[in-house]
């Protein structure tokens, strides 16, 4: 099915959902991570992703995150990152219950933009934030 597949793009990252009860849980996939994410809810998995998107500088972040705690590793843009062909892999991970590859074209006002393809490349629209993203996520599993 994904034989012919390309590069896994550097701004997005693969959600496989194992479980919801509360909230969802599972795995993670990113061409800028070493390996595999595991997040138990939502807010673990933004956060590991945000982690990693400012330790590459991309997407970049338009404003400087303070903290009154020991500064952390960020990278300031430098274009997109390069991406090996391994990361086609990426498209062969799937889910127990669905699948869904999330890609941030821009972190604006502390949030997210972007966009939500689920596995069986089903466009599922753009979202405005994470609260967004959560949402398209949760209604996409209701439908399946």
Known sequence: MFENKKKYPPNGFRVCVDSREIDISGVAYSPLAEQAIVYNGFNDLILAIDRIFDENGYPQAFQEKRSFLEKE????????????????????????????????????????????????ETNLGKFQGEIELLEMLLQYHEVV
């Open 73 to 120: 590793k960020t990278v300031s843009y430098h274009g997109i990152p390069p991406v090996s062909e391994e990361t086609s892999q990426i498209y062969e991970k799937e889910g127990k219950l669905f699948t869904a590859d999330v890609f941030v074209e821009s972190r604006r006002n502390a949030s997210w933009q972007g966009y939500v393809s689920f596995g069986d």
